[in-house]
């Protein structure tokens, strides 16, 4: 039983029990001293042992939940994240357990991003690592040459983890807001076009590229930046296009915005899989495996990075499918004027 629970403000509660215990005192000492005969210290100590048991009825279940904090801060300084206090009233006490309930579950699901982070970040960092550990091995003991081949499997790995670590920098920077932007219009089709030519460098000369942007269409925003989110889009089309293969580009303005789109033709996103292939190391099943059954997998950060470049210049990303297969892959933008 909480007499005061429905109340929503600490200060009535206070001032309730406070005047309670004076008129529980005052109303004992008379009783005492007129009724009872008894001397008035009798009375008043009556008085107040009854205030003190009306003041703790009345303010029952008041300070639990500080209490309870309390012992769920000390919890916490010791590596224990998670822990939950009981909301027990709806004054400021209660508006502060929530808020600390709030708290807890953001530092419990920080602390498993963290972990999951590490161990993301060893599994990557393991796998080129072990691959290079392995060529040199077969070198140093003789076991292989070092001809032309091996070595191409070790620049391979070499870039790999390079790519990796360069994506951790953008991730980390771009979390902790310290990636500066430099916002000013620039040309979409420029944008397209270097993206494509740098993706021609590493992809199979089987793979096509096509281009379809108006010359003047223009993006307000940062052109590095922007440029770096359709070169992850186009290496993906690249990674799980077929042999030979079609990478489609397109941009087009409408409503004070532009639309950017990349298309491949390879199996495509599973309808699951097209939210959640946007978050830190996630790589769904449906696209490890390509047409021609290479594993092409990457470390589940290009898209990631991309979404946070452009969430950050007020636009949008999203993952869709074709027909008959493939992936179609829609980005939006602020228009700036001509």
Not at 159 to 175: A, H, I, N, P, Y
Not at 320 to 329: N, T, V
Request: charged residues 25%.
């Amino acid at each position: 039983m909480r007499p005061l629970q429905s109340l929503s403000s600490l200060k009535l509660k206070l001032g309730i029990v406070i005047v309670a215990a004076v008129w529980i005192t005052a109303a004992a000492t008379i009783v005492a001293v007129r009724w009872l005969d008894l001397p008035s210290i009798v009375g008043a100590g009556a008085g107040i042992a009854l205030a003190l048991a009306c003041a703790q009825l009345l303010a029952r279940g008041t300070t639990k939940p500080l209490r309870e904090m309390a012992g769920a801060a000390s919890a916490m300084a010791r590596g224990e994240h998670g822990r939950q206090v009981a909301v027990t009233s709806n004054d400021e006490v209660g508006e502060l357990a929530r808020a600390f309930n709030r708290m807890t579950k953001e530092l419990a699901e920080t602390d498993r991003l963290r972990r999951d982070l590490v161990a993301n970040v060893s599994h990557e960092l393991r796998t080129p690592l072990g691959a290079l550990q392995a060529v040199l091995e077969n070198v140093v003991d003789g076991v292989s040459e070092p001809d032309p081949e091996t070595l191409r499997t070790m620049l391979a790995q070499t870039r790999r983890l390079g790519r990796l670590v360069t994506q951790l920098l953008d991730l980390s920077r771009l979390e902790a807001g310290e990636q500066p932007f430099d916002i000013r219009p620039f040309a979409i089709a420029d944008v397209m076009q270097n993206a494509a030519r740098e993706a021609r460098l590493h992809a199979p000369d089987d793979v096509v590229f096509s281009i379809d942007a108006p010359a003047g269409l223009l993006v307000e925003g940062d052109s590095e930046r922007i440029q770096q989110v359709v070169t992850n889009l186009v290496e993906n089309a690249v990674r799980y296009s077929p042999r030979p293969g079609h990478v489609a580009l397109r941009a087009s303005g409408a409503d004070g915005r532009v639309v950017l789109e990349v298309d491949d033709e390879g199996p495509g996103i599973a309808e699951g899989d097209r939210e959640r292939v946007f978050e830190r190391f996630y790589r769904g099943d449906g696209r490890e495996q390509v047409a021609d059954g290479a594993d092409r997998g990457g470390a589940g950060l290009g898209l990631a990075i991309a979404r946070w470049i452009v969430d950050l210049h007020g636009g949008t990303i999203r993952a869709e499918g074709r027909e008959p297969q493939g992936s179609h892959m829609v980005v939006t933008l602020p228009r700036a004027r001509s």
